[in-house]
């Protein structure tokens, strides 16, 4: 994996051994979830529903709700989309919801793991000419 490093500063942004051999395995777990090419978004659930006829069992007290059916849906900004999915499709895309679920977990940590090296830098400990909004000590000077 290349580190990013600025040769003015060899020192700085090198990340600590642990930390390279944690986004090792998380970029490896990345890749083979990416190279099965099975992501999908979005989420399966199951639905029962009640028919248009009065007299069916999916009106009686208490209710025999017709199905269960499955329904993918997707949130494409802030609107709903969605399909209903035969058996054999729920079964086929299930392990695709769960991969892309994966994904974003994995990403998740990456970006906790960057965040984490980011607040330790210890250039945060040495900058004389942060701005004064930070800690308002610049304004009394
Ligand atoms: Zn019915």
New binding site residues.
């Given amino acids: 994996m290349t580190r990013i490093t600025d040769l003015c500063h060899p020192e700085t942004v090198r990340v600590a051994a642990a930390h390279q051999a944690e986004a090792e395995k998380l970029a490896a777990e990345l890749a083979a979830i990416a190279a099965t090419g099975m992501v999908l978004p979005g989420s399966i659930t199951q639905r029962r529903t009640?028919?248009g006829?009065r007299n069916?069992?999916?009106?009686a007290d208490p209710p025999r709700l017709?199905g269960p059916y499955w329904q993918w849906t997707r949130k494409i900004a802030a609107k709903t989309t969605g399909r209903w999915l035969s058996a054999d499709q729920h079964r086929d895309y299930t392990p695709w919801i769960d991969n892309d679920r994966r994904l974003h977990e994995l990403l998740t940590r990456l970006e906790a793991l960057g965040a984490a090296a980011f607040d330790a830098d210890p250039r945060w400990e040495r900058q004389p000419n942060r701005p004064a909004s930070r800690t308002g000590t610049e304004l009394s000077r």
């Fill in positions: 009640r028919c006829r069916c069992a999916c009106h017709h």
